[in-house]
């Protein structure tokens, strides 16, 4: 392949990542995701600091604070982790709503649009002995509870455009909130009723509980695939499914205590007899060689965005996620960054592990790393993990450490495509503010500041900066001068 075919076939993938990400479903996954980033870090620290499997840490912690020390950081994860399927359903509402010009032109509230997404996700929601089934609204929910936003409220935006659905009031401004709860009435009902309508027929049909039929078939599905096919297999699905928003390890928790758990205890059977262990595919296998940092190896992920990003802020995610990756916490990444239903992490997300399940298994077949013998937890940090769980092998480590490296210099390209995206979206989004500016009146920078769109959200950072440049009397750090100079005075008059 010459240099102009090279050229025009990675243009034309690049091409159909673009598209890909810019779908509306997929941006407003992305923004509502965004929107959950304080309850990701909160999340991820209280974790962080009950999970660290470090002895004299934990000593540390019992001896300061007493018996029930982790209770603190158990009421942070109850609430956020524990609802972070019911806040992801908000989210992704709002801003398909709020991303929905025709809607809010019409006076649609993102809010009510959220509401009802909430509705329709409860109504889905099993109840067992009086009680909400918690998984519904929690990490195993995502999913699902994404999908009902995408649902519910695309039919109760297609049912707020029929005009003989939507309740008119008129007053003026002060009635405008009201004016829109009532011109949603109608369409909330008949949404809510749908979801209801759906739930009575999933149970009809033998589906009292849609989260547990799809552990059940995902279940069923690993047990009819051959040993030989079952790891690669197990691997790259389960990574797939975090794509999607799905918690793939724990969806796939039964699979792993059927056929991966075993595997270690008859490694400990046989070193008790004076044996060599046999068994590569351990559980610890996969936690401290394959999912560095987490799933899709996202220790290596946040290495590569500070070597290959600019962005503010996509570092500052970066840097919140270090000490929860050190210990295999990567909620923070997949649902922060976010990784869902991002196309340009894609190919390293699903491919990076299956390499380095390829390259750790080769390193233990040629004895150059001992297998698996001990229990190590899954949140123990990287070089630690690798050199208790190989019997105390400094090789366990080094395999990490090169898994580590190669992984960040595999994501890095991937990276810097992913840099150069946002680079060339953020250029767009700000000639379209520039193009409204110049089209609006006198008024025109109060309409363009309120606006709910990507040029809304550029105009009012730009116009913090404008307040930090007149306040402290310099240039924001890390600013393009010359071109937020003119956006500004664009807002300004």
Not at 97 to 125: E, Q, T
Not at 415 to 440: G, M, P, S, T
Not at 442 to 457: C, F, K, M, T, Y
């Amino acid at each position: 392949m010459d240099k102009s075919e090279f050229s025009r076939v990675t243009g034309w993938g690049r091409a159909l990542i673009d598209s890909l990400n810019d779908k509306s479903f997929v941006t407003a996954v992305r923004q509502g995701l965004t929107l959950t980033i304080p309850l990701m870090i909160l999340g991820s620290l209280a974790i962080f600091i009950n999970n660290l499997p470090i002895a004299p840490y934990q000593a540390l912690m019992f001896s300061v604070f007493g018996e029930g020390w982790k209770d603190f950081g158990g009421g942070i994860y109850q609430a956020t982790f524990s609802i972070m399927g019911l806040c992801m359903n908000f989210t992704v509402s709002h801003a398909i709503v709020s991303g929905n010009r025709v809607a809010v032109a019409r006076g649609v509230s993102p809010v009510v649009g959220a509401l009802v997404s909430v509705m329709s996700l409860f109504s889905l929601v099993l109840v067992e002995d009086g009680r909400f089934a918690l998984d519904w609204i929690g990490p195993l929910g995502v999913f699902v509870s994404m999908i009902t936003a995408y649902l519910s409220t695309s039919l109760f935006l297609a049912l707020h455009g029929v005009r003989a659905l939507t309740l008119r009031m008129y007053g003026n401004s002060a009635d405008r909130d009201l004016s829109s709860v009532i011109s949603s009435l109608i369409p909330s009902a008949l949404t809510l009723i749908a979801f209801v309508t759906l739930r009575l027929a999933l149970g009809a049909c033998g589906i009292p509980n849609i989260l547990t039929a799809i552990n059940d078939w995902f279940l069923r599905l690993f047990e009819a695939l051959p040993s030989s096919l079952f790891v690669f297999f197990f691997v790259i699905f389960t990574h797939v499914l975090w794509f999607f928003g799905i918690h793939g390890n724990n969806v796939l928790e039964p699979v792993v205590r059927a056929r991966i758990l075993p595997a270690l205890d008859i490694n400990q059977s046989l070193v008790s007899q004076g044996l060599a262990p046999t068994q590569i595919f351990t559980k610890e296998f996969f936690d401290v060689f394959v999912f560095l940092g987490g799933s899709g190896a996202t220790l290596c992920l946040i290495l590569a965005l500070f070597l290959g990003t600019r962005r503010a802020n996509i570092r500052k995610i970066a840097t919140f996620s270090i000490f929860p990756g050190l210990i295999n916490v990567n909620e923070m990444m997949i649902y922060g960054l976010p990784i869902v239903l991002n196309f340009y992490l894609l190919i390293p997300f699903l491919l990076i592990p299956p390499l380095f399940t390829l390259i750790s298994y080769t390193a233990m077949t040629l004895r150059l790393v001992p297998l698996t013998v001990s229990v190590v937890e899954w949140t123990t940090p990287i070089g630690i993990g690798g050199f208790i769980t190989t019997g105390g092998s400094l090789a366990g480590s080094f395999l990490q450490f090169f898994n580590l490296a190669l992984g960040t210099l595999l994501y890095l390209p991937f990276v810097r495509a992913h840099e150069y995206y946002f680079r060339r979206d953020n250029a767009r989004v700000l000639k379209n503010l520039q193009d409204r500016i110049d089209r609006l009146n006198e008024q025109r920078g109060a309409i363009v500041l309120h606006s709910h769109d990507s040029e809304g959200s550029l105009a009012r950072a730009l116009a913090d900066d404008l307040e930090r440049i007149l306040k402290y009397g310099a240039p924001v750090p890390g600013g393009d001068g010359k071109t937020e100079g003119n956006c500004v005075g664009g807002l300004v008059g």
